[in-house]
């Protein structure tokens, strides 16, 4: 039994900040291979922010220097700060963990942004 879950999610202005967190079973918590991706309406899933099975961190360009990746291992947690939120970030947030050849994932947590 593997779970990813998700919170932090919500209703926000244009301009604003969310903190998301995603919290992991135990038995497939690393760094390593965890991140963030998010679905837009009408668009396809897409990759946000990972921790690469490397050991860095890859940002989509859409959101680099505004979003940022975070851990705390002691909480089996990932986080995803979200700030100068825009419209475009309206999307379904999910998180993503790859382990020992299988992809793991949240059940996704809504951000919605107004303009």
């Known amino acids: 039994q593997v779970q990813l879950v998700e919170s932090g999610g919500g209703l926000v202005q244009a301009g604003g900040s969310l903190r998301l967190s995603c919290a992991a079973s135990?038995?497939?918590?690393?760094?390593?291979?965890m991140g963030w991706f998010r679905q837009r309406p009408g668009k396809q899933r897409e990759l946000v922010a990972i921790?690469?099975?490397?050991?860095?961190?890859n940002y989509a360009d859409s959101v680099k220097g505004r979003f940022t990746i975070s851990s705390d291992n002691a909480k089996n947690t990932v986080y995803l700060q979200m700030n100068s939120l825009k419209p475009e970030d309206t999307a379904v947030y999910y998180c993503?963990?790859?382990?020992?050849?299988?992809?793991?994932w949240g059940q996704g947590t809504q951000v919605t942004v107004s303009s």
């Open positions: 993503y963990k790859f382990r020992y050849g299988n992809s793991y």
């Open positions: 921790f690469t099975i490397d050991g860095t961190i």
């Open positions: 135990e038995s497939i918590f690393s760094i390593n291979g």
